[in-house]
């Protein structure tokens, strides 16, 4: 089990549904991080929150909704998604000038 | 052992060879390096890292280079296992920002 904990770890929804995933970190790490990674791509950086604020939005559709109520949790709220949103949804927390502890994702199908 | 040239998506190497995952990065004023592993169905998790004051560290069965002159990075595997099968990632950043650059990943898969 790493640093950074993600759940669920698998999520089916359809596209008229509202889910939550949720991340949290007990590292102390002072910046947190939304990634997508879909199959034969990069991954893609989301949002990322650096000591509790949102410092990065890279054209988030906003179907994706962010929320970091504190230094340890952070949230991603989704609301009718697309099937091209199905991917694995990555949570990481990092210290300024040190690398990323990544959890474990989150494997979401919209049906 | 088997070695890429610049960045190749697919890296296939025999169990017990040694293997080479090249980087290339593209920011210069970039001082803080990190190799990644992704095994299926699971997050990336650090394996390396180097800052740019040094050329070579090493770890337990893999060493990273830094060529700053060319802006190359290499991962280095020795006597690659079952168990190294998977997505390598190379990252970079600044020391003072919080923010990594990902490259594209290899793939690499070990040969029984």
């Known amino acids: 089990e790493t640093g950074v904990t993600q759940t669920p770890r698998h999520l089916v929804m359809g596209m008229t549904n509202k889910k939550s995933l949720k991340c949290e970190q007990h590292l102390g790490h002072n910046a947190m991080y939304w990634y997508k990674q879909s199959a034969k791509k990069p991954l893609e950086l989301m949002f990322v929150y650096s000591l509790e604020e949102r410092v990065e939005n890279n054209s988030v559709p906003s179907r994706f909704s962010p929320e970091c109520p504190n230094s340890s949790h952070l949230f991603l709220h989704l609301h009718t998604l697309q099937p091209e949103d199905s991917a694995l949804y990555l949570c990481?927390?990092?210290?300024?000038?040190?690398?990323?502890?990544f959890g474990s994702g989150t494997r979401l199908t919209v049906v | 052992g088997e070695s890429v040239g610049l960045h190749l998506p697919t890296l296939s190497v025999q169990e017990g060879d040694n293997s080479i995952i090249n980087c290339a990065y593209s920011?210069?004023?970039?001082?803080?390096f990190i190799w990644y592993k992704q095994e299926s169905g699971k997050g990336p998790q650090f394996i390396i890292d180097?800052?740019?004051?040094?050329d070579k560290r090493q770890g337990q069965r893999v060493t990273v280079l830094l060529n700053k002159t060319v802006k190359h990075l290499s991962l280095q595997i020795a006597a690659t296992q079952p168990g190294d099968s998977a997505v390598y990632f190379c990252a970079e950043t600044r020391s003072n920002d919080y923010k990594l650059s990902f490259g594209a990943g290899t793939t690499v898969t070990v040969r029984a």
């Open positions: 920011n210069s004023a970039s001082d803080y």
């Open positions: 990481a927390s990092s210290q300024t000038g040190y690398g990323y502890t």
């Open positions: 180097i800052r740019s004051n040094m």
